[in-house]
């Protein structure tokens, strides 16, 4: 047989390790130049305009309670304008429920009697934002008031590294959710969560290692290991349910054990989908596959408690006609489970990224204004009209 000759396994084996070392040495430089000195994200400050926005507060009051002395002294810039870090937008908030008409408004968490919210973010196929969707929203609650925990439940931990995170370095040894969940000796849950630099914003890391979980479950199955995995996350969220209102899950994108151990312990399951015809129909596999499994369970576990499912229409670009046909036929089958909003597709949040940023987290000032504005629009309608859905699940009137 003439031409070049094949490598052996060994050597593409050896390729593919040194392949791997090299772009993860080289990832590593990248976040320690992204986020030097420390290698550790710190957030930015907020301009009055985005405190009003989050906090319903208008500017003129704004003003006045902080020259009546109502509200902390902040930071200034050159301009004498103020700068709010999201632990002093909280504070402003402490105040406006105390002193405030409707002071509840500002605190917009559990109340007593109020259950934990864990929602599931899930998709079938990849590349549907599911994890764009899941820090949005996490980032978005919290700087409206609410006390969020953010859980990877992915092994490819992308949610984990949009925090600053190096999940094949830092976690190689542990400190994921796996160590939580695993059949063997598992740790409480608080041991794994981590703060991190958005205030309200709590961080369960996800690694390589809870690939493992889907294994171990199988043989977990064979031999009667109880507690199932059926119940193995709810029953770790048993420790934190007080220090949270709101949990939010980024899911793997397939329907195996670590999925269903997510959506078994969720209350609300939102489901993205981009409007093409491909993964419209790859959503609707993961539907009949999912709804015939969560059967399955039922007769077993009873019935699941899900107060809500919605669907995200998501990276939607309204200009191009086939999507707006596909969004339109999807909302006349799922009516009023779709949101309203649609994520849109933007450049402001895939340039964002490529430094593990949020729109959230960049510098209006390094942004084309028009475009920030555009998808700062549509991520906080998405946020805000789910919020609602949030709401109502705790019986309150929106």
Same mark, same amino acid.
């Given at each position: ?10 050597s ?24 030097h ?7 930015r400050?907020f301009?009055?305009a985005e ?12 003003r006045?309670r ?6 902390p ?7 004498g304008? +103020? ?5 002093e ?5 402490? /105040?406006?429920?105390?002193?405030? +008409?409707?002071?509840e408004?500002? +605190?917009?968490?559990r ?9 599931s973010?899930?998709?079938?196929k ?24 953010a ?17 094949e370095?830092?976690?190689a040894?542990?400190g994921?959710i796996?160590d ?7 740790v ?19 690694g ?5 979980? =889907?294994?171990e479950t199988?043989y ?5 290991? =109880?507690?199932a995995?059926?119940?193995?996350l709810a029953?770790?969220?048993?420790? /934190? ?18 999925t269903?151990?997510?959506?078994l ?8 989908v ?8 790859s959503?609707a ?8 499994? /969560?059967?399955?369970?039922?007769e077993i ?14 990276r939607?670009?309204?200009t191009?006609?086939?999507?707006s046909?596909m969004?339109?036929?999807l ?8 949101l309203?909003?649609?994520?849109l597709?933007?450049t402001?949040?895939s340039?964002?990224?490529m430094?593990?940023q ?20 549509? /991520?906080?309608?998405v946020?805000?009209?789910f ?8 019986? +309150?009137?929106?």
């Amino acid at each position: 047989m003439t031409g070049t000759a094949r490598p052996s396994p060994g050597s593409i084996a050896g390729s593919i390790s040194a392949s791997a070392e090299r772009l993860s040495h080289a990832l590593n430089d990248h976040m320690r130049n992204s986020f030097h000195p420390e290698a550790r994200k710190i957030l930015r400050k907020f301009h009055p305009a985005e405190v009003a926005e989050l906090t319903g507060i208008s500017l003129s009051n704004l003003r006045t309670r902080h020259q009546e002395g109502d509200f902390p002294a902040v930071e200034t810039d050159s301009r004498g304008r +103020r700068l709010y870090t999201a632990a002093e937008i909280d504070a402003i908030r402490d /105040v406006m429920a105390r002193t405030g +008409r409707n002071g509840e408004i500002y +605190r917009p968490g559990r109340r007593e009697g109020d259950d934990l919210q864990v929602i599931s973010i899930v998709n079938f196929k990849g590349g549907s934002s599911k994890t764009t969707t899941a820090i949005h929203l996490a980032q978005r609650y919290a700087l409206r008031g609410y006390r969020v925990l953010a859980l990877d439940m992915d092994p490819q931990a992308s949610l984990t590294t949009m925090f600053g995170y190096r999940p094949e370095i830092e976690f190689a040894e542990g400190g994921t959710i796996y160590d939580a969940l695993r059949y063997s000796e598992p740790v409480p849950l608080s041991q794994v969560i981590r703060k991190t630099y958005f205030h309200n914003l709590d961080l369960a890391p996800a690694g390589l290692m809870l690939s493992e979980y =889907e294994t171990e479950t199988a043989y977990a199955l064979q031999h009667r290991i =109880e507690p199932a995995f059926t119940q193995r996350l709810a029953i770790a969220l048993e420790e /934190v349910e007080a220090d949270y209102d709101l949990v939010i899950i980024d899911c793997p994108p397939q329907l195996g054990f670590t999925t269903m151990t997510s959506l078994l312990a969720s209350t609300g399951l939102l489901i993205t989908v981009v409007p093409s015809m491909l993964d419209v129909a790859s959503m609707a596999q993961f539907l009949e596959m999912a709804g015939e499994t /969560v059967r399955t369970l039922e007769e077993i576990t009873g019935p699941t408690d899900w107060r809500f499912l919605k669907f995200l229409i998501a990276r939607y670009e309204p200009t191009d006609v086939p999507q707006s046909q596909m969004a339109g036929f999807l909302r006349s089958i799922l009516l009023d489970q779709v949101l309203n909003t649609p994520m849109l597709k933007s450049t402001a949040i895939s340039d964002a990224g490529m430094t593990q940023q949020t729109i959230y987290e960049i510098d209006p000032s390094q942004v084309v204004r028009r475009t920030l504005e555009r998808i700062l629009e549509s /991520v906080n309608g998405v946020a805000d009209e789910f919020e609602k859905v949030l709401q109502e699940a705790w019986g +309150r009137k929106v």
